[in-house]
């Protein structure tokens, strides 16, 4: 919900604005004051998205008023509503959202919240492709007792031993009941390779490939003593991937 203030000395004023924001989807009008002091009280306790601000409160100036909600909390959107066009560019200065002059039309209020709702949508969306890009790399690993958040980055490799998954970073060692296929798919964007069915090896990790029987090849990495198995076939490809 996008919560607004409007601050202005003429009731007609304040209705005609409340009734314009209320209709406008996630708005809400959380107060309205007609001075400069109980509208710095209110502004403080409800902490309002946008402000409806006249310029003149019963000749107390509205651009001081601004100002210090701003001061208050940078983000506030600040629409001036007043019927003294000379003074667009003091209220500019301010880094005002818009400057309506009265007698205004209805329309044009609403392209003004339309414009911010719109802002505020991209920058929700902004914020969780930030998120998603901060957690993307990380798995949650859930062991028998606990669970546990892993770089993706740092896994060296993941073997099937004994009913269990084991996952072998170059810190520690990570026990769980999560399958390999499972574990496979999660990785499936990063330079992971199911090189066998018993094992899933990061690709970055590998310091050497040697013949281990006819069609096996074992594994060895620079970061571990542990080691895995590799088909003859997914030996091809990774001469494939590396020439």
């Given at each position: 919900?996008?919560?607004?203030m409007?601050?202005?000395?003429?009731?007609?004023?304040?209705?005609?604005?409340?009734?314009?924001?209320?209709?406008?989807?996630?708005?809400?009008?959380?107060?309205?004051?007609?001075?400069?002091?109980?509208?710095?009280?209110?502004?403080?306790?409800?902490?309002?998205?946008?402000?409806?601000?006249?310029?003149?409160?019963?000749?107390?100036?509205?651009?001081?008023?601004?100002?210090?909600?701003?001061?208050?909390?940078?983000?506030?959107?600040?629409?001036?509503?007043?019927?003294?066009?000379?003074?667009?560019?003091n209220?500019?200065?301010?880094?005002?959202?818009?400057?309506?002059?009265?007698?205004?039309?209805?329309?044009?209020?609403?392209?003004?919240?339309?414009?911010?709702?719109?802002?505020?949508e991209?920058?929700?969306?902004?914020?969780r492709?930030?998120?998603?890009?901060?957690?993307?790399?990380?798995?949650?690993?859930?062991?028998?007792?606990?669970?546990?958040?892993?770089?993706?980055?740092?896994?060296?490799?993941?073997?099937?031993?004994?009913?269990?998954?084991?996952?072998?970073?170059?810190?520690e060692?990570?026990?769980?009941?999560?399958?390999?296929?499972?574990?496979?798919?999660?990785?499936?964007?990063?330079?992971?390779?199911?090189?066998?069915?018993?094992?899933?090896?990061?690709?970055?990790?590998?310091?050497?490939?040697?013949?281990?029987?006819?069609?096996?090849?074992?594994?060895?990495?620079?970061?571990?003593?542990?080691?895995?198995?590799?088909?003859?076939?997914?030996?091809?490809?990774?001469?494939?991937?590396?020439?």
């Open positions: 919900m996008i919560k607004v409007i601050v202005d000395d003429e009731p007609q004023i304040c209705e005609l604005l409340c009734k314009i924001v209320e209709k406008q989807p996630d708005y809400q009008v959380i107060a309205r004051c007609s001075s400069f002091s109980q509208a710095v009280v209110e502004f403080t306790r409800e902490r309002p998205d946008v402000a409806f601000v006249d310029i003149d409160l019963n000749g107390e100036n509205g651009l001081e008023c601004a100002k210090v909600f701003t001061e208050l909390n940078p983000k506030v959107k600040i629409i001036f509503a007043t019927a003294h066009s000379e003074f667009m560019a209220a500019f200065e301010i880094y005002a959202f818009d400057y309506l002059v009265k007698p205004f039309r209805m329309e044009r209020v609403a392209r003004t919240l339309q414009r911010i709702r719109g802002d505020r991209e920058t929700v969306s902004q914020d492709v930030a998120q998603s890009e901060q957690h993307k790399g990380k798995l949650l690993i859930k062991g028998k007792e606990r669970a546990y958040l892993i770089d993706a980055a740092e896994i060296i490799l993941v073997e099937r031993v004994d009913g269990a998954t084991n996952i072998v970073t170059c810190m060692n990570y026990r769980t009941s999560i399958s390999l296929s499972e574990l496979e798919e999660k990785l499936k964007d990063m330079d992971f390779m199911r090189c066998h069915k018993s094992y899933l090896v990061n690709l970055t990790k590998i310091s050497r490939i040697e013949p281990y029987g006819r069609w096996t090849y074992l594994v060895k990495f620079r970061e571990t003593k542990a080691t895995a198995l590799m088909t003859a076939q997914n030996f091809e490809e990774v001469k494939r991937l590396f020439s």
